[in-house]
């Protein structure tokens, strides 16, 4: 039997959620995976949609269009303030909206993404990531905004990517925050009206990733 959540969610609070593949293995594999996990993280973050994520996917061209633009007329679940898809992981930081809606969302996402996935990997079965998802809540504007940064700047961190690179990792928020995409996924505000500028936002994710990576050197050794 699992330990009782320490994390109470509540509305109008926020908080970071994370979880890994099993045992570390990849969970996004290819640019068709990360679009599919982009799309059921928008799908999920609203109550009540009238179809199925799956039948929302075969509608025609036009009608998926506008299936998807009525979405947003819907309640919210949860505001996704950012995220970032990383090979074997992912994090979100949440709005949670309405009650549960931080632990719905969450396991929407993860059992949609698993049966997508074990369909496309020769019918795979069981679960794909490592138990009950972790959740921080976040206490202050200060760790809102760290938080913030730490999600976009984890392909770096990381050596995914090269620093300069980041801003056109496509499968994390950053790009959105910056202009650099049309995607409407994330509440946004939140963050960046705490800046004078996007390019301040800009400077103030990018500073952190040298010193970010040291921290993930030191971690590699001490393992």
Request: net charge neutral.
């Amino acid at each position: 039997m699992s330990s009782p959540r320490k994390t109470i969610f509540a509305d109008g609070e926020v908080y970071h959620v994370y979880n890994r593949g099993i045992e570390g293995v990849p969970v996004f594999n290819s640019t068709k995976e990360y679009k599919r996990a982009i799309i059921t993280l928008f799908y999920y973050s609203f109550s009540k949609p009238s179809l199925k994520l799956s039948e929302a996917l075969k509608l025609a061209d036009s009608l998926r269009q506008e299936f998807f633009d009525k979405l947003k007329e819907l309640q919210r679940r949860v505001e996704i303030i950012s995220y970032c898809l990383m090979p074997n992981h992912f994090h979100f930081l949440l709005k949670q909206l309405e009650k549960g809606g931080v632990q719905k969302f969450v396991g929407d996402f993860t059992n949609s993404y698993t049966r997508y996935f074990n369909l496309r990997h020769n019918a795979r079965v069981g679960p794909i990531f490592q138990g009950p998802f972790k959740a921080v809540h976040i206490d202050t504007n200060e760790q809102l905004l760290h938080t913030s940064r730490y999600i976009h700047i984890n392909p770096a961190v990381s050596f995914l990517v090269e620093k300069e690179e980041l801003e056109d990792y496509p499968w994390s928020s950053l790009p959105e925050y910056l202009g650099e995409t049309v995607e409407e996924i994330c509440s946004k505000d939140i963050i960046l009206n705490q800046f004078k500028s996007v390019d301040d936002y800009r400077k103030f994710v990018f500073e952190q990733i040298d010193y970010g990576r040291e921290l993930e050197k030191m971690k590699h050794l001490e393992g």
